[in-house]
Antibody, heavy 120, light 110 residues
């Protein structure tokens, strides 16, 4: 069974750093792109970026380029989303999602989400 | 920057038919954008409904269908049920490994 299991909720202060994770199982992790999606409170989904764990090829939405870093450790089938200096506006639910294997450009499996709260 | 626009809200009667649309700020939506649709209920992760314009994801009832209508992608729900009350998001593939979501449509069934 394909699963994406995300790390737990985080409460941080502005200026702190943070890395959240998404662990894939039930499939060949290195062969599927993994995307990150932001959902701010009461708002819609925003596509942030995507990584191919096999070679760490990474693409970012222009809106998020330079704001976050996406990485992966293929040895433990885990993708990451990290911030070097959090802002209150980073408060959101973050989802990881797997791109389909057949090149049809959609996301077939989703993680359960990680809630990040940034508050002083 | 590309903007993908959906109706903010829509209402449908139980048993009725509703069509939600997905438009580009500049240009027409075509199959080349591989439009997909996701359903999200409060507190849950998104669920994939439709991909590649009109292919239903596994387990999705056939009352959900996707198409291109004019210059927009469309999601039609035929015979709406109470548990279809959700937020619906379209997503377009822009090329070069970049995707964009629409702003979402809140569907009320009443």
């Amino acid at each position: 069974e394909v699963q994406l299991v995300q790390s737990g909720a985080e409460v941080k202060k502005p200026g702190e750093s943070l890395r959240i994770s998404c662990k894939g199982s039930g499939y060949s992790f290195i062969n599927y792109w993994i995307a990150w999606v932001r959902q701010m409170p009461g708002k819609g989904l925003e596509w942030m970026g995507i990584i191919y764990p096999g070679d760490s090829d990474t693409r970012y939405s222009p809106s998020f380029q330079g704001q976050v870093t996406i990485s992966a450790d293929k040895s433990i089938s885990t993708a990451y989303l990290q911030w070097s200096s959090l802002k209150a506006s980073d408060t959101a639910m973050y989802y990881c999602a797997r791109q389909d294997p057949a090149g049809l450009y959609y996301f077939d499996y989703w993680g359960q989400g990680t809630l990040v709260t940034v508050s002083s | 920057q590309t903007v993908v626009t959906q109706e903010p809200s829509f209402s449908v009667s139980p048993g009725g038919t509703v069509t939600l649309t997905c438009a580009l700020s500049s240009g027409s939506v075509s199959t080349s954008y591989y439009p997909s649709w996701y359903q999200q209920t409060p507190g849950q992760a998104p669920r994939t409904l439709i991909y590649s314009t009109n292919t239903r994801s596994s387990g999705v009832p056939d009352r959900f269908s996707g198409s291109i209508l004019g210059n927009k992608a469309a999601l039609t729900i035929t015979g709406a049920q109470a548990d279809d009350e959700s937020d619906y998001y379209c997503e377009l593939y822009m090329g070069s490994g970049i995707w964009v979501f629409g702003g979402g449509t809140k569907l009320t069934v009443l």
